[in-house]
């Protein structure tokens, strides 16, 4: 099973994606945590308007909650945790915010990594 989900990432990996495709961005959170306050306060009423959250909507879980269906690389330890999502397989990850200029380029990263395609035009 394991070999499986290692197959379906490589694959996901080497396959340019275009933005119709089940793409969201996974946020792991829990009550009182410092980071997710900023960036709910930075990021989170600016985030679905940008070409990268309708490229990606972000979808939320409390870490401590039921676990989404997601195949993910690794546990998930630190909040927040942002998981690129791709058809179910995280194909990417930002641990903790770094703050509003850092994530916004460790987004655009994660996207180029994951080969999908960012619609600037809408």
């Not at 499986?4 to 996974?26: E, H, I």
């Not at 995280?90 to 994660?110: A, H, K, N, Q």
């Amino acid at each position: 099973m394991k070999l499986l989900k290692t197959l379906m990432v490589l694959l996901l990996a080497l396959t340019p994606v275009a933005a119709g495709a089940d793409t969201y961005l996974l946020m792991a959170e829990e009550e009182g945590c410092y980071w997710c306050g900023k960036w709910d306060e930075e990021i989170a009423h600016i985030y679905p308007k940008t070409a990268e959250g309708k490229t990606a909507p972000l979808r939320r879980f409390e870490l401590h909650g039921k676990t989404p269906d997601v195949a993910f690389e690794k546990s998930i330890h630190f909040t927040p945790t942002f998981i690129l999502v791709q058809n179910g397989v995280e194909v990417g990850r930002i641990e903790g915010y770094p703050g509003e200029d850092f994530f916004w380029g460790l987004l655009g990263i994660m996207f180029e990594r994951a080969k999908i395609t960012v619609d600037q035009t809408g």
